[in-house]
Nanobody
Framework: QPQLVESGGGLVQPGGSLRLSCVSS????????MGWYRRPPGQGRELVAT???????LYGDSVKGRFTISRDNAKSTTYLQMNDLNSEDTAVYYC???????WGQGTQVTVSS
């Protein structure tokens, strides 16, 4: 079972940017499809983006054109570049290894002026 550790969350003003990172250990990272999900306050978890081992990507409708998922297999790291953030992006963001169904502990992103 891989261990996933997210970082990069924080407080940002509307229109700002953040980059989240997720470091994986304990598995053959390059074989896993990876994803980012989020849980807004008082709501259920929702898909943000996924990336396959072949670097094919999929995005949730609310983040298309603003967020970019990527991976660096040499560093066993998955990234989420988030641009043009708005208040509806406020959530706890979770990294997910789809191959193992493993989750990170989450990192808080708050968009507020």
């Amino acid at each position: 079972q891989p261990q996933l550790v997210e970082s990069g969350g924080g407080l940002v003003q509307p229109g700002g940017s953040l980059r989240l990172s997720c470091v994986s250990s304990g598995s053959i990272f390059e074989r896993s499809a990876m994803g980012w999900y989020r849980r807004p306050p008082g709501q259920g978890r929702e898909l943000v983006a996924t990336i396959t081992d072949g670097h094919r990507t999929l995005y949730g409708d609310s983040v298309k054109g603003r967020f970019t998922i990527s991976r660096d297999n040499a560093k066993s790291t998955t990234y989420l570049q988030m641009n043009d953030l708005n208040s509806e992006d406020t959530a706890v963001y979770y990294c997910h290894d789809l191959e193992w169904d493993a989750w990170g502990q989450g990192t808080q992103v708050t968009v507020s002026s």
